[in-house]
């Protein structure tokens, strides 16, 4: 399995390129700067696509 926990990279992902994230009450979904709450799937896949079109990025 995996070593690391991939919800803390995606968030410190994010929040390196200058957003803010929030977690829910119980840590299931996440709204990334103000928008509509994600779920971890949907967390991990905008900080994936953010790498993939910015080049240098930790989860490429």
Do not use: K, Y
């Not at 399995?1 to 119980?26: K, N, Q, W, Y």
């Amino acid at each position: 399995m995996f070593e690391e926990d991939l919800i803390a990279v995606a968030v410190t992902v994010l929040t390196s390129r200058g957003h803010t994230v929030e977690p829910d009450v119980d840590f299931e979904n996440w709204r990334v700067a103000g928008g509509t709450w994600l779920t971890a799937g949907g967390l991990l896949a905008l900080a994936i696509r953010l790498c993939l079109n910015s080049g240098v990025g930790r989860l490429q």
